[in-house]
């Protein structure tokens, strides 16, 4: 029997509407293991996607606890130790820029996930996944929801630390190519950054399938 798969879609309230002091349920279904899933870096000129899955225990909760993209990166440096020891179990995966180049930007996004999950030293019963696309895990079902990272813990944790830990590689990366301001940018594509491009050319970790500099206008 195949893996089971669906699709659930966020509320289409602006969560700013949303009380601060409302706390993230740990998973969808606390009554099995269940991973969540998210990526960090997608968007990005330069460097890996990368990913993360955590199994957070079932009564896990923490105030802070939100889709990484609303906190502070402060508040997710201070997220990160607490996840990591709190979690049932957590892994983070990279794939490279090549990669991305290769198999392009989807397809790497999944198979890092996919990376994260091997590496779980827990076998989830199921896994959710921040956003609409996915491939089966083996025989694990799986769901993707829209928004996931604001709606659910596991996803919300798993994003912070793809996000943290891809920060760090990059800030990492900028002692190489100072030149590209990958401790400020984390290779995303500001137009400082592309800037530096224009100037100084690419570097080993740039994904040459993305639109590194603007098309040139005739007028």
Same mark, same amino acid.
């Given at each position: 029997?195949? /893996?089971?798969?669906?699709?659930?879609?966020?509320?289409?309230?602006?969560?700013?509407?949303?009380?601060?002091?409302?706390?993230?349920?740990?998973?969808?279904? &606390?009554?099995?293991?269940?991973? @969540?899933? #998210?990526?960090?870096? $997608?968007?990005?000129? /330069?460097? &890996?996607?990368?990913?993360?899955?955590?199994?957070?225990? *079932?009564?896990?909760?923490?105030?802070?606890?939100?889709?990484?993209?609303?906190?502070?990166?402060?508040?997710?440096?201070?997220?990160? *130790?607490?996840?990591? %020891?709190? +979690?049932?179990?957590?892994?983070?995966a990279f794939v490279?820029?090549?990669?991305?180049? $290769?198999?392009?930007?989807?397809?790497?996004?999944?198979?890092?996930?996919? %990376?994260?999950?091997?590496?779980?030293?827990?076998?989830?019963? +199921?896994?959710?996944?921040? @956003?609409?696309?996915?491939?089966?895990? @083996?025989?694990?079902?799986?769901?993707?929801?829209?928004?996931?990272?604001?709606?659910?813990?596991?996803? /919300? +944790?798993?994003?912070?630390?793809?996000? =943290?830990?891809?920060?760090?590689?990059?800030?990492?990366?900028?002692?190489?190519? &100072?030149?590209? #301001?990958w401790n400020i940018?984390?290779?995303?594509? =500001?137009? +400082?950054? $592309?800037? /530096?491009?224009?100037?100084?050319?690419?570097?080993?970790?740039?994904?040459?399938?993305?639109?590194?500099?603007?098309?040139?206008?005739?007028?």
């Open positions: 029997m195949g /893996a089971i798969s669906s699709t659930v879609r966020g509320s289409v309230t602006d969560s700013s509407n949303n009380q601060m002091s409302d706390l993230l349920p740990s998973c969808a279904n &606390p009554a099995i293991i269940e991973a @969540g899933c #998210d990526e960090a870096g $997608r968007g990005c000129l /330069a460097g &890996p996607v990368c990913a993360a899955a955590v199994i957070l225990p *079932p009564d896990f909760s923490h105030q802070w606890l939100n889709d990484s993209k609303k906190l502070t990166e402060k508040r997710r440096e201070q997220l990160r *130790p607490i996840i990591e %020891r709190e +979690a049932l179990a957590w892994a983070v490279s820029n090549e990669e991305i180049d $290769r198999i392009n930007i989807l397809n790497a996004s999944i198979l890092a996930m996919h %990376r994260a999950l091997d590496m779980l030293t827990l076998r989830p019963e +199921a896994v959710i996944v921040d @956003g609409n696309r996915f491939k089966p895990y @083996g025989s694990i079902p799986h769901t993707t929801y829209i928004k996931g990272d604001g709606r659910f813990g596991n996803i /919300a +944790a798993a994003s912070i630390l793809a996000k =943290t830990h891809r920060d760090q590689l990059m800030t990492e990366l900028h002692a190489q190519y &100072p030149q590209y #301001d940018n984390k290779g995303y594509p =500001t137009a +400082a950054h $592309r800037r /530096a491009i224009t100037e100084y050319g690419l570097s080993p970790y740039h994904r040459l399938s993305f639109r590194l500099v603007p098309e040139p206008t005739l007028f």
